[in-house]
Nanobody, 127 residues
Framework: QVQLVESGGGLVQVGGSLRLSCAAS????????MGWFRQAPGKEREIVAA????????YYANSVKGRFTISRDNAKNTVVLQINSLKPEDTAIYYC????????????????????WGQGTQVTVSS
């Protein structure tokens, strides 16, 4: 089993930045694709960014391209989401997730591909 714990959320002004971290424990996530999702009040959960097990390929939702960067450190069993130029519409709970599959060559973007989820971290952008 994999346990995921997110950190780094908070309250930030428009245009600010945050660095969200996801620490995995229980076993290595080095073989798993990883993703960040978010859910705003009254909205469905949506994919924000994803990265393959090797870190070689990434995916970003159109709404965050150029502002968000996903990266991973397999030696430290961590995944990071750097978020810049924050907008009010970025306000949401952000979740880290680990894929149920090993060593896929493409980043997974469906929530159903992910079998392990963190508890989430709140990001609030104030205008």
């Amino acid at each position: 089993q994999v346990q995921l714990v997110e950190s780094g959320g908070g309250l930030v002004q428009v245009g600010g930045s945050l660095r969200l971290s996801c620490a995995a424990s229980g076993r290595t996530i080095s073989r798993n694709g990883m993703g960040w999702f978010r859910q705003a009040p009254g909205k469905e959960r949506e994919i924000v960014a994803a990265i393959t097990w090797s870190g070689g390929t990434t995916y970003y939702a159109n709404s965050v391209k150029g502002r968000f960067t996903i990266s991973r450190d397999n030696a430290k069993n961590t995944v990071v989401l750097q978020i810049n130029s924050l907008k009010p519409e970025d306000t949401a709970i952000y979740y880290c997730a680990a894929s149920s599959y090993d060593r896929l060559s493409y980043p997974e973007i469906r929530s159903s591909d992910y079998g392990y989820w963190g508890q989430g971290t709140q990001v609030t952008v104030s205008s």
